[in-house]
């Protein structure tokens, strides 16, 4: 996708986006066959719900046919949340991530697997699990310290009201 038409695009839908309350994460148009595919990857701190996504495709997809934006050609759209695995390259995306197990990969080399307990402006407060019984220790990270983020899937994971409860 050309600079122009990306900017263009990112014009055109981020005022639909925000009147949502919701984040304009990623465009991205790409060939399938002889279509055109335009993503729009949304999110927002409490998460983005299905019923969110087909509204704001609505709208989208309304906006679109009133300009030219996409070209003549046929396209298909996709609105959807970023997915559990996306990687965290925004501030925002590890505040959301607080209360996650994440793994970071550092600069200094080395992977670094902990939970996000905190996020300020310089980094992250993280709780890296002990090793065979061991407790688990404090460690702090700054964000130019990060190559890479991502959250780590969890199965039995406890969510937020099992723990209150506990």
Not at 12 to 33: N, T
Not at 53 to 80: F, K, N, Q
Not at 132 to 142: D, I, L, S
Request: charged share 35%; proline share 4%; hydrophobic share 35%.
């Amino acid at each position: 996708m050309s600079t122009t038409q990306s900017e263009r695009l990112r014009g055109l839908l981020e005022p639909l986006v925000s009147a949502k309350q919701l984040d304009l994460e990623e465009i991205e148009v790409s060939r399938a066959g002889r279509r055109r595919v335009l993503r729009v990857i949304v999110d927002s701190d409490e998460g983005v719900e299905l019923d969110a996504c087909a509204e704001l495709s609505r709208a989208i997809s309304d906006t679109l046919d009133e300009t030219d934006a996409m070209g003549e050609g046929e396209y298909v759209l996709e609105v959807s949340s970023p997915g559990a695995d996306r990687p965290l390259t925004e501030h925002r995306h590890y505040v959301r991530a607080t209360g996650r197990l994440v793994k970071l990969q550092l600069h200094e080399g080395g992977d670094l697997v902990a939970r996000i307990l905190g996020v300020d402006d310089a980094g992250l407060d993280l709780e890296v699990p002990g090793l065979k019984g061991r407790k688990p220790t404090a460690r702090r990270v700054e964000f130019p310290e990060i190559a890479k983020g991502r959250v780590e899937i969890e199965f039995n994971r406890k969510d937020k009201k099992e723990e209150e409860e506990a």
